[in-house]
T-cell receptor, first 115, second 114 residues
Framework: DTGVSQDPRHKITKRGQNVTFRCDPISEHNRLYWYRQTLGQGPEFLTYFQNEAQLEKSRLLSDRFSAERPKGSFSTLEIQRTEQGDSAMYLC?????????????FGPGTRLTVT | GENVEQHPSTLSVQEGDSAVIKCTYSDSASNYFPWYKQELGKRPQLIIDIRSNVGEKKDQRIAVTLNKTAKHFSLHITETQPEDSAVYFCAATPLGDSSYKLIFGSGTRLLVRP
């Protein structure tokens, strides 16, 4: 499968714990985006990378959230001291701007449940 | 910033009928408008998109129209089939935003009755 992959697919954690998610984009894609989707809503932008540089962070991304893309390939999203309000689907998407394309391809998401 | 409104929130049609979903956007600088289909528990999948220099685009049973003056765009699905049942999201991205992040509407749940 050459599409975007995410791991884990599901994560249940207790409030206050830290969690980390991983995203592997399509190999030639230089841009990687993180979105959050809550039930019944469209995805909301969190942050994006061009290669290894994190170029924009949404105001939705509190100080408890951090994202990295150390070698310009896979990315991780960490949430520290999770809260119940963090429960959502976390989606990763990638695109290939070097080809002039705007298209973003999404991964299957990581569903986080904070109890 | 950009804001995208989508309606209706739910749409039920008989198999074979057409379905139309409409979106409006606020930022006149937006220039790229994709539509995604999301089945239950699955990833959003890009089904069609349109750029601001084009008024209409068609791909088999799916078409998208764009009215830049009115700042709205629509998804048209003809000859609907039960497998078209899903949640559909429209999105926009503003030209002046080098991130090309997508601003999504709130989604339309389409049910095609056999």
């Amino acid at each position: 499968d050459t599409g975007v992959s995410q791991d884990p697919r599901h994560k249940i954690t207790k409030r206050g714990q830290n969690v980390t998610f991983r995203c592997d984009p399509i190999s030639e894609h230089n841009r990687l985006y993180w979105y959050r989707q809550t039930l019944g809503q469209g995805p909301e932008f969190l942050t994006y990378f061009q290669n290894e540089a994190q170029l924009e962070k949404s105001r939705l991304l509190s100080d408890r959230f951090s994202a990295e893309r150390p070698k310009g390939s896979f990315s991780t999203l960490e949430i520290q001291r999770t809260e119940q309000g963090d429960s959502a689907m976390y989606l990763c998407a990638s695109s290939n701007r070097t080809s002039g394309s705007y298209e973003q391809y999404f991964g299957p998401g990581t569903r986080l449940t904070v109890t | 910033g950009e804001n995208v409104e989508q309606h209706p929130s739910t749409l039920s049609v008989q198999e074979g009928d057409s379905a139309v979903i409409k979106c409006t956007y606020s930022d006149s600088a937006s220039n790229y408008f994709p539509w995604y289909k999301q089945e239950l528990g699955k990833r959003p999948q890009l089904i069609i998109d349109i750029r601001s220099n084009v008024g209409e685009k068609k791909d088999q049973r799916i078409a998208v129209t764009l009215n830049k003056t009115a700042k709205h765009f629509s998804l048209h699905i003809t000859e609907t089939q039960p497998e078209d049942s899903a949640v559909y999201f429209c999105a926009a991205t503003p030209l002046g935003d080098s991130s090309y992040k997508l601003i999504f509407g709130s989604g339309t749940r389409l049910l095609v009755r056999p």
